[in-house]
């Protein structure tokens, strides 16, 4: 049993508000957090735990990056400068850059060589606090690539991070089919074999008009049914294409990106109770101008989440700390939604209920910060103040 006594905890607890407990202490027990209150209200089976004192820190829930394409072959640096000369994320895509880029570089890459890559931005997100990370495939485009990504995804989980994996083979048509139905029929004969490698914790598609059609993405999410699987999805980034009505008519974890979400959309997520993520960093990237819906978001009582999507072409960045900030500056949400929405809504959408808030019965992940208040890892850019990370009551993770 280990004690951790004489933080700052936002605890998070309950629907709203940061949950402070001045003073407070946390005792865990085999990965779990078995007590969570004022130091002074200890209970008696703290009595002989080994103590570590917090001196003052502040602590939050571990971060949760829900939405991220972590691995992945090559670097589109090359688009970023064509885009700044004026050349759109889409017309880079339509003239076979963009995702298809990375996938000629993702299929000429090993095993060994994506695992090493992987790696290194898996570290960065956990040197930033991440405590459990999804990864999606979409890269290979083929079932043994595809594969491949799915199980350097699972690797990860070395680094002392929970790793779930979504099979994202509906995220572009590869250069073998020129049909996209015929390559939907390749994706939905690939995941009953991708899950009986026990590769697949959850699949996703990416309905737009670069991509797929929303009749295309349901006949993804049918077989994903026939096996058990729970459905997230690319929605309404470039466009309303309904998607996010289909995705939480199927129930779907998670609908993502949502700039261009219209209020149908919303209806339909809010009573399916369907998260909504947010993702500042691809609307930073792309110089997106249309705001995902916040305010009707708020008012239906969708819950918000937020991630990196760190990928190479909209998203290369590998700060969640970051992406607290630009929630706040650029989708006005508020400090305490933007933490909500890296740690409890972020679980949420990976249909985990068990971590994200710091009380009695969670897993005993958090984040030991040098700071004072919770809103101030929202509030700088830039900065990572973070002391110590916990995985499962394990310092530095297991
Ligand atoms: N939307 C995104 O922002 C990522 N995938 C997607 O469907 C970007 C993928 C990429 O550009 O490589
Ligand atoms: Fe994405």
Redesign the pocket.
């Known amino acids: 049993m280990k004690l951790w006594r004489g933080g700052r905890l936002a605890t998070l607890a309950g629907e709203r508000g940061w949950g402070l407990v001045d003073d407070g202490a946390l005792l865990v027990d085999g990965g779990r957090l078995l007590w969570v209150g004022p130091s002074a209200e200890l209970p008696a089976q703290a009595a002989g735990a080994e103590v570590v004192e917090l001196g003052g820190a502040l602590v939050t829930p571990g971060l949760v990056d829900c939405?991220?394409?972590l691995v992945y072959g090559g670097n589109r640096a090359d688009e970023f400068e064509r885009r700044l000369h004026g050349e759109s994320y889409a017309d880079i895509a339509k003239a076979g850059g963009g995702i298809r880029s990375t996938v000629a570089a993702t299929r000429a890459a090993s095993e060994a060589e994506l695992l090493a890559a992987a790696r290194k931005r898996a570290l960065a997100l956990v040197h930033e606090g991440v405590t459990t990370l999804e990864v999606?495939s979409g890269y290979g485009l083929e079932l043994a690539t595809e594969a491949r990504m799915l199980r350097v995804a699972r690797r990860l989980a070395e680094l002392g991070v929970d790793v779930r994996t979504t099979c994202l083979a509906a995220h572009a048509l590869p250069p073998e089919f020129s049909a996209a139905d015929d390559y939907i029929d390749a994706v939905c004969a690939w995941l009953p074999q991708l899950q009986a490698e026990g590769l697949v914790d959850a699949v996703d598609a990416f309905c737009e008009h670069i991509a797929f059609s929303p009749a295309q993405v349901a006949r993804v999410f049918d077989t994903a049914r026939r096996l058990g699987l729970p459905v997230k999805l690319?929605a309404e980034q470039l466009s309303d294409q309904g998607g996010a009505a289909l995705a939480a008519s199927c129930g779907a974890l998670s609908c993502?990106?949502l700039e261009y979400l219209s209020p149908a959309g919303v209806h339909a997520m809010a009573q399916a109770g369907t998260v909504a993520v947010l993702?500042p960093g691809?609307f930073y990237a792309l110089k997106e101008t249309r705001l995902p819906p916040v305010a009707a978001l708020r008012e239906a009582g969708v819950p918000i989440a937020i991630a990196t999507?760190h990928?190479p072409g909209?998203?290369p960045t590998l700060s969640p700390l970051l992406m607290l900030n630009m929630a706040c500056v650029l989708f006005g949400l508020t400090p305490e939604e933007a933490l909500r929405g890296m740690t409890v809504n972020g679980a949420r959408a990976l249909g985990l209920s068990d971590r994200g808030q710091l009380v009695a019965g969670q897993r005993a992940d958090f984040c030991i910060w040098d700071g004072g208040h919770p809103r101030e890892l929202a509030a700088c850019f830039g900065h990572n103040p973070l002391i110590e990370r916990v995985s499962q009551g394990v310092q530095g993770g297991p």
């Open positions: 939405h991220t394409h999606k690319h993502d990106h993702l691809a999507d990928n909209s998203s």
